[in-house]
């Protein structure tokens, strides 16, 4: 089955480092795929998308390039903020409306 | 964006004990919604989709039987967990979509359950 495989976390980084979750899936076709982030306390969020190969998402700053060559979605910034810290999910939509999901990744940033 | 609340957000139970998670869209009419079980450091797994005036249909190795769902509204959504224990201890998150071919997927903030 569909599959998607993210970096092990904690990551933790300083204000304004170069951020990079990796990510990569294994799947039938070319499927959407998303980043999603959950903030403390609050639901998770929709960060980011692609819908087919080459497509780059971008959002806050984030991006992320959907690679079909690799199977590789990672979600790059290029100067993390305090407020960034949050656990991020790598996501495909398999079919018409089920996400599977990466185990996800806690980033903490540092002042 | 879109809402949807979870209630409660957390809660103890006793072993044999029954739980209901509710999960309402606040602003939008969700005809389809998800519940899914997380574990510690591991991903959110489907266990559920659920659509509304219908049964629910299940994840493989999911036990209908054990987590009940209802979709009575169109936007509101229960999870019932029967007969508790332990091993049932976990984050409940919810997720309602959007109408249309390209509908987004909404999450709740979770229920956290333990059972004693």
């Known amino acids: 089955g569909n599959s998607v495989t993210q970096m092990e976390g904690p990551v933790t980084l300083s204000e304004e480092a170069f951020l990079t979750i990796n990510c990569t899936y294994t799947?039938?076709?070319?499927?959407?795929l998303f980043w999603y982030v959950q903030y403390p306390g609050e639901g998770l969020q929709l960060l980011l998308k692609?819908?087919?190969?080459?497509d780059k998402g971008s959002n806050k700053g984030f991006e992320a390039t959907y690679r079909k060559e690799t199977t590789s979605f990672h979600l790059e910034k290029g100067s993390v903020q305090v407020s960034d810290s949050a656990v991020y999910f790598c996501?495909?939509?398999?079919?018409?409306?089920?996400?599977?999901f990466g185990q996800g990744t806690r980033l903490t940033i540092n002042p | 964006g879109a809402v949807v609340s979870q209630h409660p957000s957390r809660v103890i139970c006793k072993s044999g004990t029954s739980v209901k998670i509710e999960c309402r869209s606040l602003?939008?009419?969700?005809?389809?919604m998800f519940w899914y079980r997380q574990f510690p450091k591991k991903s959110l797994m489907l266990m559920a989709t659920?659509?509304?005036?219908?049964?629910?249909?299940?994840e493989q190795g999911v036990e209908k039987d054990k987590f009940l769902i209802n979709h009575a509204s169109l936007t509101l959504s229960t999870l019932t967990v029967t007969s508790a224990h332990p091993e049932d201890s976990s984050f409940y998150i919810c997720?309602?979509?959007?109408?249309?071919?390209?509908?987004?997927?909404?999450f709740g903030p979770g229920t956290r359950l333990t059972v004693l």
């Open positions: 997720s309602a979509r959007t109408s249309g071919s390209y509908g987004e997927q909404f």
């Open positions: 602003d939008f009419q969700a005809t389809t």
């Open positions: 692609a819908t087919k190969a080459d």
């Open positions: 659920s659509n509304e005036g219908s049964k629910a249909t299940y």
């Open positions: 799947a039938t076709g070319y499927p959407s």
């Open positions: 996501a495909l939509l398999e079919g018409a409306q089920k996400l599977v």
